[in-house]
Structures are given as C-alpha cells and as structure tokens.
C-alpha cells in the first residue's frame, strides 16, 4: 500500500534545467528504486535531489507540518513508510494518530519512533474531557472514593486532579484527554527515542546504497511522470 509518495529529480540535471522528474511510491524495494534513479539520470546518492514528498491522508493530519521538515532521506522515508504500513494493516493507526497529536513529531524520526512501543500505550477513543476521564477512573478503582460517596463526586474535578498527578509524577508517563479521546504513553522521555537513533536504519529498510549505481546491462524503463 502507498504510504508516502516522493518527487526527486537528477540534482546536476536540475542546476542545468535538464532535470526530469520522477514520482516513487513507499515502500518499495531496492530493483524499483534503481529503475527510478536510472530513468532520472542520477549518478550517485549525492546527486538525488528530493523536491517534494507526501504522507498518506491516514496520518498527514495528524503530523503536523511535516513538509517544512528539513533533509529528507529515501531511506528513511522508507523506512517510515513501512512501519506506516504496519500500523494500518495491524489496526494500530488510531491509536498512532493520537500519539502524533500529542507529541507533534518534528521529524522523521520522531514518527518512527512513535510507531514502537504501544504496549506501554492505552487509548480510549470515547474519553474525551475530564468528566469521563474522571468517570474512568472512578470506576477502575485509579482513584479511591468510597462506594456510599460517589453519588456526590464531582468527575470533572476528578479527572483534572488525576491528569495534573500524571503531569507531576515522574514514572506516570504521559498522557493527554481532548475531543479525540484519551491518550496514555508510561514510556520515559528517554526510551520513547530509543527504537531508532536517526542515524542508524535497520538493513531491510533501506533501498538506496552504493550498489544501487553499479553498472548492470538492465533495460531502462519509462516511468516518467
């Protein structure tokens, strides 16, 4: 499934005016992205120039502004569009898109790293203010109040009081109630950057190496625009 589409060109061609544009759907694997380079005359990794790329409608709202993210890279634009991939075809993306929302990425990285972890994640869809997070907690025991008092118990302060403790609390994690629901992440700031360091892509995802420009007798194919 196309997750994110990329527009590069030749960046010599480009400086000439030369340049012929070219659209790659992620993911893909390494045989596809060669044909691509070939048919945009790129030499070398140095010479791909990435003009424009796009997240699918999934998740683009939930990102931010994602195009105005400085140095985008093939392989780990791809690598993006792989675990995007896996959030849709598990069932993942809503509670994916809430993690978004929360954290607004600024980065690539960053939504890679959102994309690990949701065992330490809840996500309840129908708590969206306080009242119900109050209601919630009440009801699950998260929040003492004796059986014969809660008749007289004011929720909404409830639920204020229970996101300010998880504000304040070192090991509560973080979490956010709003008109999308309720978001829970228990990861610490450290380990929630800790899947993916920014640097190092894992070797299945990546599909633009030195390899991709060794000389082969392959037949060029139009894949223009």
Known sequence: MNMIQVIFCSRHLYNEKNEIDVSLELPTDTETVKRYMETAGIKDKND????????????????????????????????????????????????????????????????????????????????????????????????????????????????????????????AGVMQVNEDGCICDMHKEQERHAYYDGMNIPDEYMILTEATFENEETPQQDIQN
Not at 87 to 94: L, Q, Y
Not at 103 to 114: C, E, G, H, K, S
Not at 156 to 171: I, P, Q
């Open 48 to 171: 791909l120039l990435i003009s424009d790329y796009t997240i699918h409608e999934l998740y683009a709202g939930s990102c931010g502004e994602y195009q105005n993210w400085v140095g985008a890279d093939l392989n780990e634009l791809n690598y993006l569009a792989e675990r995007l991939e896996k959030m849709f075809n598990e069932d993942m993306f809503e509670e994916y898109c809430a993690l978004l929302r929360m954290y607004q990425p600024q980065n690539t990285a960053d939504m890679i790293n959102l994309s690990y972890g949701f065992d330490k994640v809840s996500y309840d869809p129908e708590i969206k203010n306080n009242q119900k997070l109050g209601e919630y907690v009440v009801k699950n025991n998260l929040f003492e109040v004796s059986e014969d008092m809660k008749s007289f118990v004011d929720y909404n302060k409830v639920g204020e009081l229970y996101l300010d403790t998880m504000k304040h609390s070192e090991d």
